[in-house]
């Protein structure tokens, strides 16, 4: 199930563009701007949301000759995740080549068309009392300057797939690179970009039967890990602590790629903040796999996902950068990681 809203901003005065979803009616007016709301369109049969932008989305964005961004949020949000999905929004449109900084009423605008999304699918009930979160992602097209621009939304709801590995099935996340080029900005164009990465990681899992690709990972040419194409990367690293009756204590810290190398994702945002509360050290540098021996654990977060556990890394051996084929298993559920999952959904 999907619907599609365009919403309109021009200067009062000027007419609106044609309609290109249904019945066009203004919804308001301020700082000298008019909002031209479209009635949603709902389509059916939407057989995954990836394929709708690529043979939809991508063909009118590109028509549009406007910058495309997205965001993905779960329609169940947790207190205050809508605010930041909208912040990062226009963050990713004021990243964009040959946009103008967005005002406050354009960010009002991405903020209405969120809620509007959000709404679509509470209402429609496929969220609730049936065990069946759903995702909403909705994509922006700012065609021209945001001062004077046609914001074209789409907002998909699709459920929430099924996160946990088939049984006798561990949970890995296979390396095989490159970084992206603007990893500042969550660009509809990446959800194309990357199919080739995703197939490389699906590739290697073909060759592990005991194992479920949860995401491919991008690396630097050195091999330090950054990110997945979907996902941010936590891993957890023992260090030598101090001097007991028995030898040295072991104490555990967590270490995810810098924020000016991967994409700032909100998830990863408000597990940084749980580990401050909790007491758990983070350590803002690419994990490097020549240190793995000192790695208890990893994860994953995305707001779809929120946190997941990994039963392993493996470096795919026919990963971009022709590094040696390596992997690391972890032993089960981490403690750490369900303290983390558990203080996130509190």
């Not at 592990?208 to 950054?226: N, T």
């Amino acid at each position: 199930m999907s619907h599609t809203f365009v919403f309109e901003l021009r200067p009062v005065g000027e007419p609106s563009a044609p309609d290109r979803g249904g019945e066009g009616a203004e919804t308001g007016a301020e700082k000298g701007a008019r909002v031209v709301e479209f009635a949603p369109r709902a389509a059916h049969g939407v057989p995954s949301v990836k394929q709708h932008v690529v043979d939809i989305l991508l063909p009118e964005i590109e028509t549009l000759g406007g910058t495309g961004v997205y965001t993905s949020a779960r329609a169940d949000l947790l207190p205050g995740e809508l605010a930041l999905h909208v912040d990062r929004l226009a963050r990713s449109i004021r990243s964009s080549p040959g946009e103008e900084r967005p005002d406050d009423l354009a960010s009002r605008l991405l903020d209405m068309s969120h809620r509007n999304a959000m709404d679509v699918v509470r209402d429609s009930g496929l969220d609730s009392g049936k065990g069946t979160p759903m995702i909403v992602v909705v994509f922006v097209c700012v065609n021209g300057s945001v001062q004077h621009a046609a914001v074209y939304i789409s907002a998909i709801a699709t459920p929430v797939p099924r996160l946990l590995a088939p049984p006798a099935k561990r949970r890995v996340a296979f390396v095989v690179g490159p970084p992206r080029h603007r990893p500042e900005i969550k660009d509809v164009a990446w959800i194309r970009d990357r199919r080739e990465l995703e197939l490389l990681a699906a590739s290697a899992a073909g060759d592990v039967p005991d194992a479920v690709c949860c995401d491919a990972l991008l690396s630097m040419e050195d091999g330090r890990l950054l990110e997945g194409t979907i996902t941010n990367l936590f891993v957890i690293v023992a260090t030598p602590g101090s001097a007991t009756k028995t030898g040295l204590a072991t104490s555990l810290k967590l270490q995810t790629a810098p924020d000016s190398m991967v994409l700032g994702g909100i998830a990863r945002g408000q597990v940084i903040a749980a580990c401050r509360n909790l007491g758990i050290p983070v350590d803002v540098t690419c994990p490097d796999p020549s240190e793995r021996d000192t790695w208890r654990g990893a994860f994953l977060t995305n707001s779809i996902r929120r946190v997941q556990n990994l039963d392993g890394i493996i470096c795919a051996a026919t990963n971009v950068w022709g590094h040696d084929a390596w992997g690391v298993t972890f032993r089960g559920d981490n403690p750490i990681v369900r303290r983390i999952a558990e203080r996130i959904i509190t």
